[in-house]
């Protein structure tokens, strides 16, 4: 059952439970949301941040939806950028969108979000928006401290925007961190205690359990996942090709998946095994299985 992601988070937060995001790339890996989601009784936001594959995802995820109906997800368009990306999101169906305008001036973030929510609100569809600003791994130790989220300004902005859920900065960073990551729980906590509607955290992965337990335990409901999902996926990949590849000889009886030791069909889904038991395991460290 696709839903709108508002209504995943408010339940997530009147539980104080954590809810997880993975990004998706195609029909696999929204399958093994799908059978998460199903066999956990989790709720699960799906997340897309590319452009190109928006109505192709969209359709696939409402294969699933149909196919999984006990299974409570919804879909949002991560990272929206383009205006008419964010628009084509709407119309293909996505359940949820985020407008991304962190890196802009306050007022004009506030005027580009309060546009997006009138005409996402109208049909239907919550809006995500990001104040302050999270950074990229890579440049970790420059760009920590400088997107962290103001409070005030955080309550101003939900006030004029009248957003969903609001992705803050805490000291998370997009990617593979350069540097030990440090979270700022004591902006956290202020944050938490001021704001009313759900908080996401974007730039999780790598960020260690410990610190996205605490983080969920502490008004966090939305977690952004994408880094670790991939390089589980990465290692079960490894694990299969554990083989000599100048045993890859052809074998006439299989056909045209014909090779003795390995094939690009069951790596592929070997991989998405991993990117599956990833997520379970950030379903239960966040405490959202049985909540669906």
């Known amino acids: 059952m696709l839903v709108p992601m508002a209504n995943i988070l408010n339940d997530a937060k009147r539980g104080r439970y954590g809810v997880v995001a993975p990004n998706v790339l195609n029909m696999e890996t929204i399958q093994a949301i799908f059978?998460?989601?199903?066999?956990?009784?989790?709720?699960?936001?799906?997340?897309?941040?590319?452009?190109?594959?928006?109505?192709?995802i969209s359709e696939i995820t409402r294969f699933y939806?149909?196919?999984?109906?006990?299974?409570?997800?919804?879909?949002?368009?991560?990272?929206g950028s383009k205006y008419e990306d964010i628009i084509r999101a709407i119309r293909?169906?996505?359940?949820?969108?985020?407008?991304?305008?962190?890196?802009?001036?306050?007022?004009?973030?506030?005027?580009?979000v309060k546009e997006i929510v009138k005409i996402a609100h109208a049909v239907g569809?919550?809006?995500?928006?990001?104040l302050g600003h999270v950074g990229l791994g890579y440049e970790y130790g420059e760009t920590r401290d400088k997107g962290l989220t103001n409070p005030g300004e955080?309550?101003?902005f939900i006030k004029e925007t009248n957003v969903d859920c609001l992705a803050v900065a805490i000291g998370t960073s997009h990617g593979t961190y350069k540097g030990v990551p440090y979270l700022d729980f004591q902006l956290l906590k202020e944050l938490n205690s001021l704001i009313d509607i759900p908080l996401v955290l974007h730039g999780s992965s790598g960020t260690g359990d410990e610190n996205l337990k605490t983080a969920v335990q502490m008004g966090i409901q939305k977690v952004n996942l994408f880094t670790d999902?991939?390089?589980?996926?990465?290692?079960?990949?490894?694990?299969?090709?554990?083989?000599k590849f100048s045993n890859m000889d052809h074998d006439k009886e299989l056909g045209e998946l014909g090779i003795k030791s390995v094939n690009l069909y069951d790596a592929f889904y070997e991989a998405v095994k991993g990117y599956k038991a990833e997520l379970m395991h950030y379903i239960?460290?966040?405490?959202?299985?049985?909540?669906a």
């Open 35 to 56: 059978e998460a989601a199903k066999e956990l009784r989790a709720p699960i936001i799906i997340d897309y941040a590319g452009a190109e594959h928006i109505e192709i």
């Open 229 to 243: 999902l991939s390089m589980a996926g990465i290692e079960r990949l490894k694990q299969y090709l554990g083989t």
């Open 125 to 130: 569809v919550s809006v995500e928006a990001e």
């Open 284 to 291: 239960k460290l966040f405490g959202s299985n049985g909540k």
């Open 92 to 112: 293909a169906g996505f359940t949820s969108v985020m407008i991304d305008r962190s890196t802009l001036p306050y007022d004009e973030n506030v005027a580009e």
């Open 154 to 156: 955080a309550v101003r």
């Open 65 to 79: 939806a149909q196919k999984h109906p006990e299974a409570v997800v919804a879909l949002n368009f991560d990272h």
